[in-house]
Nanobody, 113 residues
């Protein structure tokens, strides 16, 4: 059974940091590119960051230089480090194995003072 389970969301102040995790099981994690997406209230889901199986990374312009995506093959886990967060980063964050219908349930990140 394929599972992607996000965690680590919460309330953070502007300028603060947070680390999101996405634990994967039921498929060959290392063979897939994995991405983070987010959906802000009243908006469409948007791409945030991607990491390929070879470790190469890509970021949306809105998060470049502030967010870092990484993966731990031994733990089958994807991470997203959020730094210098802004109120507009408030959203539900999801992980996805690219090219599949494998999605997690999401984790809420709220940036507010």
């Amino acid at each position: 059974q394929v599972q992607l389970v996000e965690s680590g969301g919460g309330l953070v102040q502007p300028g603060g940091s947070l680390r999101l995790s996405c634990a994967a099981s039921g498929f060959t994690f290392r063979s897939y590119a994995i991405a983070w997406y987010r959906r802000a209230p009243g908006k469409e889901r948007e791409f945030v960051a991607r990491i390929n199986s070879n470790g190469s990374t890509y970021y949306a312009d809105s998060v470049k230089g502030r967010f870092t995506i990484s993966r731990d093959y031994a733990k089958n886990t994807l991470y997203l480090h959020l730094n210098s967060v802004r109120p507009q980063d408030t959203a539900v964050y999801y992980c996805n194995a690219i090219g599949t219908s494998y999605w997690g349930q999401g984790t809420q990140v709220t940036v507010s003072s």
